[in-house]
């Protein structure tokens, strides 16, 4: 039979909430900082396989499938991480309250997305073709 | 409770610093090695890059501004991760997190550098 739980402490699904657009994006910054930092060294990983394996070249992993996902996801990665960077370098320095609603407005978050999602082709582009 | 922390090692406000300043410098670095990446050859062997890195015009520039952007890189993902870890990890298990992170981090610098150094000398 259902109790109610009262006083005690109780689980609720982080699916049950409806974050903003901005904290959305925000999360997604450091998301995307620990992908970065994954990525670094999986990139010296192979740097070192590289120099020390005597099978493994550098031409001969150049176009490996797996290396090519390591660009795409770095350089997707990095741009995001660069362009909210950049929007939370503006939030800190414009503090007077019309450019500072501006820079957090939903029209730049939406913005910031369609740039993000450009450049992500872009390196799709650059790297798989 | 008094949330104003009088303690200036305590409040955070030289790791926000650090994080503007590497911030700062990033932001005009990453273009910049986008612009020298797209230079380089598509498939090239290992001496044809180090040659190619070596001899290309801004080539002392790449190598300055990169080995600033590197010491910077680590700075500002020390901050960043250190503030998710302060944020998200159990509290009793903070400080050896914090510490495991902080030794890859240094673990990363020294293999960096010992690339460099095979790639270059």
Redesign the interface.
Known sequence: MYSHPGNRPRFISIKEFHFPINALLSAAH?IT??V??VS??AY?AL??L??LHPLV???SV??HWLVLLLHTGF?AA?SYH?LS??R??LA?HFLEPKLYEMINSKNVSFALIAVWIFTTITVIY?VWS | MDLNIENASLSGRKAHIWQRISAIYLMFYIPFLAAIILQLPASPTLSELSNKLSTMTLSTAFALTSLIALILMVVHAWVGVRDILIDYAPRVHVTLWLTIYRSILALVLINCSLITLSLFS
């Open positions: 450091r900082g620990v970065l930092i670094l060294i010296i740097a070192n590289i120099l070249t550098l031409e150049t176009s350089w990095l660069w960077g950049l939370h370098l800190e650059q």
